[in-house]
């Protein structure tokens, strides 16, 4: 593929200057750079951001370098996130099946044991081959792996702290903060990985606790929460809100919120976390309701503290060069990825938005596509969100509360799972697919599923409002029987007319 032309890439800097600040170290540092091997692109940060944009750049011809101080690749996700509690959420979903529902199947055995140290070795076992399948790519591609800590110490390099001792400085033409974050902690909370964790802690304890106490019901609390509720544990977790995770459709939330409890897990809601004693065997919490009044005591074996994340970019040296964040120390970008330092962007976590892996990939390559010279683009209405409890909660696009307090007129279509008939044979029919539509133009305006296997299924939705398509439109489609896609075609003849099967 044909190299940005640096005649190009100067027209774009110019382009993109916004602050005498930033001109100052264009051209001074620049000319300095210049004089030794820089690379088109240096990444700092080797998560679902910054590989993917390595991996971009230099396919798109541009000579790429990744700095990453973890040793291994794939950043939060792979090591520490997505990955390894989707192996653990599938893990304990099977036991909980065998121990819950093998039998009405037919299907009958005697001694079922969790093996504890098997099932995290199976979870190593996948991140390990992922994380070095990314090592790979970076080989295949001609991606410059750089082992180490980085830090800025002008806006075109990156000095760094080698994994395996001394430091290297690392020049770069344009340079892409991809640090990602880092677990929220709360006042008078210590995190210390043993009694009182993370979900780093929570993916690797050695002992199934008896009484685990969360403290958060977004993404990772009920993620976490359930894997170690299927194992055994009793799970209660403490909610600041008034509902278990604040931005999903409200609807689609209070059913969740039933299938979760009848799994036994417990929920004390409008509550706040006022004190934690690690001194004894256990753990004592002190919480209160979040408007004040009575304490009480909870007693836990694990505390989990899963109240949100925040930007990582802690030794970066972003006062060096004068990068601006916001108040949460999130690094504030233009529609480009652009910081206010020229020739300096940021993506995934690190920036404003939602915090997942998709989104920071797909930053990464539009950024990417923006340093090349070329139109690069990323539909924030359109990131699907997927909880991957059982059954998982997916959705897409608006929720109700959203398009009502908006003020467009819009109709509603909603599909049990009761009424699918794949659900039905194979007894997994908890759940529905609800569908807002615009009144006027039938256009399609947000997506909630609750089902099996929702976080694949929502993709029809997403595509059907990236094309702007109406529910007539996904309704007349074809949909293959028996299936559990075919409550999303019915949910949207619902919306405009009347399902079949209800
Ligand atoms: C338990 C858990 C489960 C999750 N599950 C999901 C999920 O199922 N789906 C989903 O979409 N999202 C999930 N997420 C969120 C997802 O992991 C993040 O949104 C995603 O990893 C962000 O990617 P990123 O590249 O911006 O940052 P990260 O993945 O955090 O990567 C940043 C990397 O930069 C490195 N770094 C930081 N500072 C420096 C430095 N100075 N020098 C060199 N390297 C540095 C870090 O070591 C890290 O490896 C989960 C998160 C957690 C914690
Ligand atoms: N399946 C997925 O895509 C997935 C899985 C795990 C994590 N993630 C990402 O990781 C990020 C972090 O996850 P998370 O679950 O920690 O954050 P979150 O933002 O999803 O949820 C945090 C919850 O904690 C509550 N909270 C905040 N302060 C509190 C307090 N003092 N006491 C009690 N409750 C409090 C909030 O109201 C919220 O409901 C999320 O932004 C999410 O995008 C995604």
């Not at 792996?145 to 110490?153: D, H, N, P, T």
């Not at 999130?330 to 997942?356: C, E, Q, S």
């Amino acid at each position: 593929m044909a190299m940005v032309s640096l005649a190009r890439r100067r027209a774009a800097d110019a382009l993109f200057l916004r602050r005498p600040q930033a001109a100052a170290w264009s051209s001074a540092l620049r000319a300095y750079a210049a004089s030794g091997e820089e690379s088109d692109v240096v990444v700092i940060g080797g998560g679902p951001g910054g590989y993917v944009a390595a991996i971009k750049a230099a396919q798109m011809g541009l000579k790429t370098t990744c700095i990453e101080k973890r040793g291994t690749l794939g950043g939060t996700c792979l090591n520490v996130g997505c990955i390894p509690s989707k192996a653990l959420l599938h893990s304990s979903h099977m036991y909980h099946e065998a121990e819950n529902s093998f039998a009405h199947h037919g299907v009958k055995f005697s001694n079922l044991e969790i093996d504890l140290p098997a099932m995290m070795a199976q979870k190593d076992k996948a991140v390990a081959g992922l994380t070095k399948g990314i090592e790979g790519l970076f080989k295949k591609n001609k991606v410059d792996y750089v082992k180490g800590s980085g830090k800025f110490v002008s806006p075109s390099e990156v000095s760094v702290d080698l994994i395996d001792g001394g430091s290297t400085t690392v020049k770069g033409k344009n340079i892409i903060i991809a640090t990602g974050s880092d677990v929220k902690s709360l006042p008078g909370i210590t995190i210390d990985e043993k009694k009182v964790v993370s979900s780093t802690g929570a993916l690797a304890l050695t002992e199934i606790p008896k009484k685990l106490v969360v403290i958060g019901a977004g993404y990772i609390g009920l993620e976490m929460g359930s894997v170690w509720n299927r194992l055994g544990s009793e799970v209660t977790v403490v909610e600041f809100a008034p509902d278990i995770v604040p931005s999903m459709d409200g609807e689609i939330r209070k059913q969740f919120q039933r299938m979760l409890e009848k799994q036994q897990m417990k929920f004390m809601l409008k509550t706040k976390v006022v004190g934690v004693d690690t001194s004894g065997s256990g753990v004592k919490l002190t919480v209160e309701p979040a408007a004040g009044g009575e304490q009480t005591v909870l007693e836990a074996d694990i505390v989990l503290v899963s109240a949100g994340r925040t930007p990582y970019t802690a030794g970066l040296g972003l006062d060096t060069i004068g990068v601006e964040t916001d108040k949460g120390g999130r690094i504030l970008v233009d529609k480009r990825f652009m910081t206010n330092v020229n020739g300096v962007y940021a993506i995934g976590d690190a920036i404003p938005g939602p915090m997942l892996a998709h989104k920071a990939e797909e930053d990464g390559v539009a950024c990417v596509e923006f340093i090349a010279g070329k139109e690069g683009h990323v539909d924030y209405d359109t990131v699907p969100g997927v909880v991957y409890t059982h059954p998982e909660v997916a959705s897409v696009g608006k929720t109700e509360e959203q398009v009502k307090a908006s003020g467009v007129p819009y109709q509603v279509g909603k599909f049990p799972l009761l009424a699918n008939s794949r659900a039905k044979a194979i007894d997994d029919a908890e759940g529905l697919v609800k569908v807002v539509s615009e009144k006027e133009t039938d256009r399609i305006l947000g997506v909630h599923i609750m089902a099996p296997n929702a976080g694949e299924i929502i993709h029809e939705a997403v595509l059907a409002l990236q094309y702007g398509a109406s529910s007539e439109d996904v309704a007349r489609t074809c949909h293959a029987h028996p299936t559990v896609s075919e409550a999303l075609k019915e949910a949207c003849m619902q919306t405009y007319s009347k399902a079949i099967h209800i």
